[in-house]
């Protein structure tokens, strides 16, 4: 089955209708990773078009593929069927899970890996994409492949600094409630391929880098750590931020001491704007939350909804935005305001969540979780939150759903929704209910969507 029919399958089985399914689905058509490279990388005869870029393939001895990010496989597989025997090698690397049966030939090799926490796969592959950019001059195009996961899939600590270093440091980040402009910003300094880096050891040939986005606003230096644009972030920031979140004391001091060692200028910061390793390399964004959200906009439009794309920069603690979109849901449901039923309100973005307990789920479960109370007894609503990737947080669920009737079919189980908030257990408050969202690993990931409906 087409991945991006999935959700369709699920809403379904959740006895949600054929139109809600249908936008949605329109939201992951959209964002197709195959069907987006395609769109701006485009063959004809011996000339390559990226967007506004033209290349003109007999002057390059070699094309090389490389890329990190969930979406790598799909996109990957676009480079191929444009370039057909053009493509001389390439090492991409991809979710655990997510490598299956390819039309990519061998000399293109997917490598699995760890996510969101960095592991010894993605320090291997890593590896190999380091020896085989080393190897190119500037007789040679490099095509990057740039998906959300990216930067955990693709490690490659510095000197001084151990795997399990980097994955102590990310999961008290993940806990924390830092978001992913902060994680990466740490990142970015703590390893040799993010930050710019990557642009470095491809230099002097020609890159595209094709950038499928799962950052809220598209910032090209934090989509899975920037490792083909300059870099902002500095040594300074990175302490800054462990210092905001007082975290100092719970990671590794051979982390904190070369953190200081670099705020001290003893250690060399990542390239920055106006380096010669960025001056033949292009970055191009194929997809992204908002193009997601349009997608679906028009598809609910088609559909008779009156429809409104709140935001696609939705971010803070998951529990107080779904809140806070529960009473804009309550507004649509009780007064018409801001639009009338029937209204589908759709937003995108990226909450966090701060562990406080030991449960299971993730932000888009907690998110619609903290708006069962608020929307108890609202007749023909629904709020319906999902990972785009098809994973929210360590779970098997991409989301979860809730509506007017919730409340009292949690209680008839025993279910208290305060409870299971407080302890973070999502995924066991609407499992019981059925009401979890299970797609698999859609091979995309353009953030977070949620739809308010009121029919």
């Avoid at 370039?83 to 090698?89: A, C, R, S, Y």
Wanted: proline share 4%; net charge negative; aromatic share 6%.
């Amino acid at each position: 089955m087409d991945t991006t029919q999935l959700i369709t399958q699920s809403l379904r089985q959740l006895n949600f209708g054929k139109q809600s399914a249908g936008i949605m689905q329109a939201a992951l058509i959209a964002v197709d990773p195959r069907a987006a490279v395609l769109k701006h990388l485009i063959r004809d005869g011996e000339f390559l078009k990226a967007d506004g870029f033209v290349y003109n393939l007999d002057d390059f001895s070699r094309v090389i593929l490389v890329g990190a990010g969930k979406a790598g496989q799909p996109m990957a597989e676009a480079v191929y069927q444009v370039l057909g025997d053009k493509l001389e090698t390439g090492i991409v690397v991809v979710k655990g899970g997510y490598k299956s049966q390819s039309e990519l030939p061998g000399k293109v090799q997917v490598h699995e890996a760890g996510h969101p926490i960095p592991d010894a796969e993605g320090v291997a592959a890593a590896l190999k994409i380091i020896r085989l950019l080393e190897q190119t001059d500037e007789n040679d195009l490099v095509i990057s492949l740039i998906s959300g996961g990216g930067s955990a899939l693709m490690t490659s600590p510095v000197e001084g600094i151990s795997l399990e270093d980097l994955q102590n440091l990310t999961q008290v980040l993940l806990d924390s409630g830092a978001n992913i402009n902060e994680i990466n910003a740490l990142r970015k300094h703590l390893d040799r391929i993010k930050g710019g880096q990557l642009a470095r050891y491809a230099y002097p040939s020609k890159m595209i880098n094709l950038i499928l986005s799962d950052v809220v606003g598209d910032p090209l230096d934090v989509i899975a750590s920037g490792p083909s644009v300059p870099d902002g972030s500095t040594f300074a920031e990175a302490l800054a931020i462990l210092e905001k979140y007082q975290i100092k004391h719970r990671i590794p001091t051979t982390v904190l001491e070369y953190l200081q060692l670099g705020a001290d200028g003893l250690r060399p910061e990542t390239p920055k704007f106006g380096e010669a390793i960025f001056s033949s390399v292009i970055n191009i964004i194929v997809g992204s939350n908002r193009t997601a959200s349009q997608a679906a906009f028009n598809q609910a439009i088609k559909d008779g909804f009156n429809t409104l794309v709140l935001s696609n920069f939705l971010q803070g603690e998951a529990r107080q935005a779904g809140k806070f979109l529960a009473a804009i849901l309550k507004q649509v449901a009780l007064y018409d305001q801001p639009i009338s039923r029937p209204a589908c309100i759709i937003a995108g973005g990226e909450t966090t969540v701060i562990i406080q307990g030991e449960g299971l789920g993730g932000r888009n479960q907690e998110l619609v979780l903290s708006a069962v109370t608020d929307l108890q007894g609202l007749t023909r609503v629904a709020m319906i939150s999902l990972a785009t990737d098809g994973g929210d947080g360590p779970s098997d669920a991409a989301g979860a759903v809730v509506t007017g009737e919730t409340y009292q079919r949690a209680l008839s189980l025993g279910l208290l929704p305060e409870s299971f908030l407080k302890r973070n257990d999502a995924y066991n408050f609407f499992e019981p209910l059925g009401d979890l969202i299970k797609t698999g690993p859609t091979q995309t990931n353009v953030n977070d969507l949620i739809f308010l409906f009121a029919y």
